[in-house]
């Protein structure tokens, strides 16, 4: 399985950059417009509808069309992990349903005094049996791009 990680410091108080992550509005602020993305529904661990905030168990279904070209693709993620204390908190999910073999993204946030490090890490692998993972290194291509920006984003949102 192929790795990619990226941190970046922000100059905002740690509550406020854990609860812009922590629902489906951080999401969506972190996605390009060119993507399209609709989130279609998301559960939350004891089944309730549209949780406020996105606990260990909850469900994301969610589609893409890039560029708005050709169909929509269809992902669903579930939030395997949550913890969280006064200087420190992380979630990560898996991907059930996507472009990837497979896909488990650690979301980690330390606070800093005013500041708060945030820490993202994918384990991943390209579909395509023992090609697909020979070939995983590469989506680093896409992927920093993609890191690169949810990081400049939530820092130019939250600074």
């Not at 939350?44 to 050709?70: C, H, K, N, V, Y």
Request: hydrophobic letters at 35%.
């Amino acid at each position: 399985m192929a790795t990619y990680r990226r941190e970046t410091r922000i100059q905002a108080p740690f509550d406020e950059v854990w609860g812009f992550h922590s629902t489906t509005d951080g999401l969506e602020a972190l996605t390009p417009d060119f993507m399209r993305l609709e989130v279609e529904r998301v559960t939350g661990p004891d089944g309730d509808a549209d949780p406020d905030e996105l606990d260990a168990g909850s469900r994301i279904e969610l589609s893409i069309q890039p560029f708005g070209i050709g169909p929509r693709q269809r992902m669903v993620s579930v939030i395997t992990e949550r913890t969280l204390d006064d200087e420190a908190g992380m979630f990560r999910d898996a991907m059930e349903v996507g472009p990837f073999a497979s896909w488990d993204h650690t979301h980690q946030f330390f606070a800093d005094g005013d500041e708060t490090v945030l820490v993202d890490r994918v384990e991943y692998s390209l579909p395509g049996g023992r090609v697909g993972r020979a070939l995983s290194p590469l989506g680093r291509i896409g992927l920093a791009p993609m890191f690169r920006g949810r990081h400049r984003t939530t820092k130019r949102l939250l600074e």
